[in-house]
């Protein structure tokens, strides 16, 4: 199977962003964890693009994954590729291969909700336990640059008074709430990145990413917008499984992506930044309503039960004016364009199954 064309046109649109900063890739080991799921396989299709069209060198890329086959099933022309190897085993207990670690991207951690509420303590685990070993191998290996894949979750509820969530927000999950296993481990690897670097040197930088839509996400993931694609995709209504009045801002994969690699290959490292995009947020019923516009369909949306008035619903959007000083760079794709892209490619790469079971 070859690359889609969507993603072809994402990958020319990041190469061009971050062509300058790539020629630092250029005959270097890159160890990706977290390399076969939805962030990972994008940041595997550039390394992979890098290498046919703007490196002399090839970059040579590791990607940590439980189960290989699967990935070479979904994307073969990147796992094919001699200068990517997929090394299967488990973050927390990293069996590398003896070669220096010039860069890494630690991305493992599932985000699913269904696993949050399965197995609390494996998703804590997981990510604790797999960052220790992450920066324990770039500590020994006199990596240039670590990038730390952490999440908007980490500052906890947003305030209804705040529209978008800056750098600066101190607060957190409820760490009474088990569901919060996901964010508050995040929030003790980001801190485990900032004592590695103090203590040992470690050149770590975080990315808080948010929201995100695009090619490669699981249609049986937990994600809101994946669910209501399918379903419109499946047919003409989309139920909303709440009240319909929670706000998100999504950014399009690409954009993320390329955030992603000029952060990892900045000079200096040690900053701290939200990802995602602040172009608009939209509630839960705009989104489904969307999404119907989107597949020029008549859709209805229903949802389950009305929401109290005067009460906001909890909204999730990042400032990332700090990122636009930082790095000069703002997301490019609209909300509707980046429905539009993600569309064409689960309709051209999917087909449309039986909605999953969803935790409440």
């Known amino acids: 199977m070859s690359r889609s064309v969507v993603v072809q046109e994402d990958l020319r649109a990041i190469a061009d962003i971050i062509r300058s900063r ?19 396989t994008y940041l595997l299709e550039t ?37 990517i190897t997929l090394v299967e085993g488990d973050v927390r207990h990293l069996s590398l291969p003896p070669v220096p670690w010039h860069f ?4 493992a951690a ?11 303590v494996g998703t804590a685990e997981t990510i604790v336990q797999g960052t220790r070993a992450v920066l324990d191998a770039a500590r020994g290996s006199c990596t240039e640059a670590v990038l730390f894949v952490s999440t908007g979750a980490v500052y906890g509820e947003q305030p ?28 003790y690897a980001e801190l485990l990145c900032r004592l590695y670097r103090t203590q040992h040197g470690v050149p770590s930088t975080i990315a808080r990413v948010f929201a995100l839509v695009g090619p490669y996400q699981d249609l049986n993931s937990t994600s809101a917008i994946v669910d209501f694609i399918r379903q419109a995709l499946d047919g003409d209504t989309i139920r909303i499984r709440d009240d319909g009045r ?21 000079d200096g490292a040690g900053e701290v930044a939200n990802v995602g995009s602040d172009r608009e947020a939209v ?28 009460v906001l619903g909890r909204r999730y959007a990042p400032d990332v004016s700090y990122l636009a000083t930082l790095e000069g760079f703002r997301p490019a794709t609209s909300l509707d364009d980046a429905l539009g892209r993600t569309i064409a490619w689960f309709k051209e790469r999917h087909a449309v199954g039986p909605a999953p079971a969803y935790p409440r």
């Open 110 to 120: 599932s985000s699913d909700a269904r696993q949050f509420l399965q197995d609390p």
């Open 22 to 40: 790539a020629q630092r890739l250029a005959g270097k080991n890159l160890l990706v964890t977290g390399g076969t799921g939805f962030l990972g």
């Open 246 to 266: 929670a706000v998100r801002s999504y950014c399009y994969i690409a954009d993320a992506v390329a955030a992603l690699w000029r952060l990892l290959l900045r």
């Open 160 to 187: 209804p008074e705040c529209l978008w969530l800056s750098e600066q927000g101190c607060g957190g999950p409820d760490i009474r709430d088990p569901r919060s296993c996901y964010a508050e481990a995040k929030r």
């Open 104 to 107: 890494i991207v630690h991305a």
């Open 283 to 310: 509630s839960f019923v705009d989104l489904a309503e969307r999404i119907g516009r989107c597949l020029g369909k008549s859709v209805t949306v229903t949802t389950a039960g009305a929401p109290p008035a005067g």
């Open 47 to 83: 390394v992979a693009y890098l290498n046919e069209t703007v490196l002399a060198e090839p970059c040579r890329l590791y990607a940590i994954t439980r189960d290989p086959r699967r990935f070479a099933e979904r994307v073969p022309h990147v796992a094919a590729r001699p200068e």
